[in-house]
């Protein structure tokens, strides 16, 4: 799974509590749902085929907050004890034999299965998807929180044929059922934890290509993203093709599928075979300079092999997981983009794990409570270090026996580290301590290996080196070298570092003769334009990166008040990335900047309070709240909107959308506002009201 940077990764906690069911093998499940959309509800019947491997008096499965209607063994009705938790079935089963169990129940889940757009009057909205890993898909399907169970789940979804339906394996047939509607049937093969089981509704269209091996992949979209397929998409055969040839094992499942939804929780979930992500990796090429989704596409698509295919036996091998598909969406960038951008990246996140380390936050990789940081960048460095330690060649022949040997079964650290130790033939016990074990994050190691390996950030490190501290004499030593210089990301990180410090010559000549890269940093870093090169900054509106163009806007607008509508009258057309960047921006300063179009402010406000709406993604609305927020500008619509954010199921929405509530309700004024539209509140709205203000 594939976290953002404002989340802190707590799926370690998964198996606490968890109780290890070792005498029966749950072997397989047939599923049979129907989401009831308005309701938020499932109805579903699920038969799983289990061995008795000794013999028990009892089996249990975890199922949360569910109404049972039937529950049946080999087709007799059994007692059972259910503790809104986990359902246990008491009967003595004896060894070698086989049964079934056949569980027919009702949920309303208020985690793992989200239902989206019903609330709205766009049908093109509504969505159905799951997210199992850190939340228990036991809320939707009676199943194993523990990932050591291990089933082939086939999945058969009632729904009507109007959407589309995506879920693990291949789609065999859709049938009509006897309400009328259609089921839609898909067939694994192979067996899987429960967090793995997902799947995804609403209105998609999608693209089939195939990799080199034979494997279909299947991209999916909602038509009115159809022009952003393919530079969302770009580079997905490629990387499919990379992975396989790279880990040396062939892709384990029937097929592969990318379905793009709304408001997920992360940038993406590695659902076996059936990679949910985040919508707004849906960029036109203009955005993809900024944001894509080629990490993204090759991490969930890497843990097809780590993760799903051999999967940790506990939090305490999680850098099994995200370590290791971390590491391959990074060799993937490296096949793609090229070794400059490989080593500049890695060295971008040696320095975020340095500060996170010297801050005392320090976090060994076989710590389960450890967070993303440790997990998915520490976790990747580990495994470059590791493979400059045993050489290319072992280093994938461990892997490939380590693939092999634990198919479809569960591992441990010690596992995975044998199979490196009998491949090279190496002790490894004191890598395990340095970089495993130990909190420290060794900067001075990996920085030494970065500058061994790449030209650019040797010649970086020395230049810095040579300035020290004295900013002033940047300037000279960049003239010196400036033309020699080869690497655009190193050009960009020395703009970064002393842009602010350069003189308006200097920067004029960089923002006439250098790339899209380099520019930017200029964007990025000056924090006041000076007039001689204000003609030469204002070109930079044209660039073609909406982050670019966002600075270079607010940069104008603020040091050139004379020429504002000017500015404003270039930008009026730009929605800018996914999280539509420019045009809330260029809202707000429309609103803020005097004369200007004033006739048109009313429906300025109007458009941005519009942003704040359930019907847009959760990183549109936080923008506009927080743009409204610095204006002070909330209409009552706006604070009902936020009202209702404080309940949403992305946590950190939720929580700053928290926050900002208390503030605005800290205004006696606010308060009296607040009670003003009270009345038109659910009543879970009402009563988070009352808690909020001490009612």
């Known amino acids: 799974m594939k976290l953002g940077l404002t989340l802190i990764f707590f799926l370690s906690l998964q198996l606490l509590g968890a109780q290890i069911q070792d005498k029966v093998d749950f072997i397989r499940a047939e599923v049979y749902i129907e989401p009831i959309p308005v309701e938020k509800k499932i109805k579903g019947t699920v038969r799983y085929e289990f061995n008795v491997l000794k013999d028990v008096d009892s089996i249990f499965l975890d199922a949360k907050n569910m109404n049972f209607l039937s529950v049946l063994v080999d087709l007799n009705k059994v007692k059972y004890d259910y503790d809104g938790k986990r359902i246990s079935i008491q009967k003595k089963f004896k060894k070698d034999d086989a049964h079934a169990i056949v569980l027919t129940y009702e ?13 709205d009057d766009d049908p093109h909205n509504n969505q159905i998807w799951t997210q199992g890993q850190g939340k228990y898909t036991s809320h939707w399907l009676p199943s194993f929180d523990d990932m050591n169970e291990r089933v082939e789940f086939d999945l058969n979804i009632s729904y009507p044929l109007r959407d589309n339906v995506i879920a693990n394996g291949k789609r065999t047939k859709i049938v009509s059922n006897h309400k009328g509607g259609s089921i839609w049937k898909f067939d694994m093969q192979k067996p899987m934890s429960s967090y793995l089981v997902g799947f995804a509704i609403g209105n998609f269209d999608k693209k089939t290509i195939q990799s080199t091996s034979g494997i279909p992949i299947e991209l999916y979209y909602e038509p009115k993203d159809s022009l952003k ?42 659902n076996t075979g059936a990679t949910i992500f985040s919508n707004t990796f849906m960029v036109d090429s203009i955005a993809f300079v900024d944001k894509n ?101 072992n280093f994938k022949q461990g892997i490939q026996n380590y693939l092999s040997k634990y198919a479809f079964k569960n591992v441990t650290i010690a596992d995975f580290m ?21 909190s420290e994050f060794p900067f001075a190691q990996v920085k030494e290996f970065l500058i061994h390996k790449s030209p650019s950030i040797r010649a970086y490190f020395e230049l810095k080196d040579s300035v020290g501290d004295m900013t002033a004499f940047a ?114 300063l429309a609103l803020v900047t005097p004369e200007y179009n004033e006739p048109l402010k009313p429906n300025y406000f109007e458009e941005l309070s519009g942003y704040t709406s359930s019907e847009h ?27 209702e954010a404080c309940d949403h199921h992305v946590w950190h929405f939720k929580k700053s959308c928290r926050k900002m509530l208390k503030e605005f309700l800290k205004e006696d004024k606010n308060k009296e506002r607040l009670m003003g539209i009270y009345p038109t509140l659910s009543l879970e709205q009402q009563q988070y009201i009352d808690k909020t203000l001490g009612r």
């Open 107 to 119: 949920a309303s889940p208020k985690q793992t299965i989200y239902f989206l757009g019903w609330e």
């Open 229 to 270: 397929v393919e530079p969302t998409y770009r580079y997905s055969k490629r990387i499919f093709d990379f992975l396989e040839h790279e880990i040396g094992v062939p892709y384990p499942w029937q097929n592969y599928k990318q379905v793009p939804v709304q408001d997920f929780l992360y940038a993406g979930m590695e």
């Open 293 to 393: 989704y080629v990490n993204v596409n090759a991490h969930e698509m890497a843990h097809q092999w780590f993760g799903n295919l051999v999967t940790e036996q506990s939090g305490a091998h999680h850098w099994l997981h995200e370590g290791f598909a971390t590491y391959y969406a990074y060799l993937a960038e490296k096949d793609i983009f090229g070794d400059d951008y490989f080593y500049w990246h890695l060295l971008e996140t040696a320095r975020a794990l340095y500060n996170f380390s010297g801050e005392g936050n320090g976090e060994a990789l076989t710590d389960p409570k450890a967070g993303s940081l440790t997990f998915y960048e520490k976790g990747a460095w580990a495994l470059i270090m590791l493979h400059e330690r045993v050489g290319d060649a």
């Open 418 to 438: 044998w199979e490196m130790e009998k491949a090279s033939g190496m002790k490894l016990g004191d890598f395990e301590e340095k970089w495993l074990q130990e």
């Open 475 to 588: 300037e000279t030593r960049l003239k010196e070298q400036w033309f020699i210089l080869s690497s655009d990301l190193m050009k960009h990180q020395l703009l970064l570092d002393y842009g602010n410090d350069l003189s308006a010559e200097f920067l004029k000549g960089i923002l006439v003769n250098e790339s899209l890269k380099v520019r930017q940093a200029i964007a990025l870093s000056l924090k006041k334009v000076p007039e001689s090169i204000q003609k030469e900054f204002e070109g930079l509106i044209e660039d073609k990166s909406y982050k670019t163009m966002e600075s270079v806007l607010f940069r104008l607008w603020s040091d050139f008040p004379t020429l504002q509508s000017q500015y404003l009258d270039r930008t009026s057309g730009v929605l800018g990335l996914p999280n539509k960047n420019i045009r809330l921006l260029w809202l707000t």
């Open 617 to 643: 993604h959760f990183e549109v609305r936080l923008l506009a709240f927080q743009y409204l927020k610095s204006i002070g500008a909330f209409s009552d619509e706006t604070v009902k909107n936020l009202v």
